[in-house]
Each structure stands twice: as C-alpha cells, then as structure tokens.
C-alpha cells in the first residue's frame, strides 16, 4: 500500500520555482501510479498568523476558524509530508512562517517520545545570500517535530530557478525511498 502524503507549497508565488515543484511532484507521483497526494497551495489558503494567546493549550485546538484546520485534518492523516519553500532573508517567507506557527496545539498535545513520520523539505532561492538557509530549515524542523514528524531530507535548489526545481524534484520526494538521510544533503550555503 503506498503512503499518504501531503504536500505543502509554501510559496506566495502561484508560478514560481516551489509551484513547478509542487506541479511535477503531483506528475511524477501519477506516472508511478502512487494516489494523488492531498496538496495545498499557501498563496490560495487563508491562514491567520499564530497570536500567542495559548487558548490552544485548554481547547487542543487553535480558536481561529480558517484553512489552517483544513491543513491539520490532513496532517493527521499523512504518513509523509513534502515541503516546497521559497527562501526569503535566510528564513521562511512569511506565509509559511505563520502556518508553521500555527502548529502550536500540537505542542501541547504532542507525545515526544513518539515515532516521527518523515517530512522533505525542497529550499528555493536566488542563492547569493551569505547567511545561507539554516533559519528556514531549523524553524521546519523545529515546528514539524511536534507535529509528529522528523526532517528527513533537504534538497536544495538554491541558484537554479524553476527548472532545477523541477529536477530536484524526485530525491525531494523520495520516490520509494523515504528513509532518513535521502535526498541532497543540506549544508546550509
């Protein structure tokens, strides 16, 4: 049985390099015959930024009403996430940021000790930035583990444009292999 996954463009640009990605990801997925992956488009979800108040903490779920419990109904039900994201002053852009943010009902309700199901996370960019992309990653991380999962990869197409995208795009997804340590290595420049 193939596994459920999700994928998450987390770019405000409908026709960027992370929309190639997220496009040809969805082909290559159908041409091996695996099921249409749930696939959500940040620049087409309304998800309000986090605000810190910790009503999650008593209701087990955040109090704001938008697409963002869409995203975590399909969270609970992926077996592995794939993450385009553009690279935006070495951290998230802030969409994606906000999304991340808004995992915090998991932090309460989250068993650390759990198994983690694995995540990929594809980085886009100009490149050029002497800081590299460590925040983007670390913040992916850091937001995905109490959501259950564990980074497992990060493929880096940093300086290639839509078209290195796309070509990253089957280590970024782990065809048939979705074992930790796939996919480029990240060395954050």
């Known amino acids: 049985m193939a596994a459920e996954r999700t994928i998450i463009c987390a770019s405000p640009r409908p ?19 695996e099921p249409a992956p749930r696939t959500f488009f940040l620049h087409e979800l309304d998800v309000a930024p986090c605000i810190g108040c910790d009503r999650c903490k ?87 583990a109490v959501a259950g999962f564990r980074l497992a990869s990060v493929a880096s197409c940093i300086g290639t444009g839509a078209a290195g995208a796309r070509a990253a795009v089957p280590r970024w997804i782990g065809l048939g292999n979705d074992r930790e340590g796939e996919g480029s290595p990240h060395d954050g420049r």
Request: aromatic fraction near 8%; charged fraction near 20%.
């Open 58 to 144: 008593q209701l087990g779920r955040c109090f704001m009403r938008d697409d963002m419990g869409r995203v975590i109904a399909a969270l609970d039900e992926t077996d592995v996430l794939c993450i385009a994201s553009p690279v935006y002053f070495a951290g998230p852009p802030a969409g994606y940021k906000a999304l991340l943010d808004r995992l915090q009902p998991y932090f309460w309700t989250f068993e650390r000790g759990g198994a983690r199901r694995p995540a990929h996370l594809l980085v886009s960019g100009a490149g050029g930035d002497p800081h590299g992309f460590d925040p983007l990653v670390v913040c992916t991380r850091s937001a995905l």
């Open 15 to 33: 026709h960027g390099a992370c929309a190639t990605a997220t496009r040809e990801a969805r082909r290559l997925l159908a041409v091996a015959g």
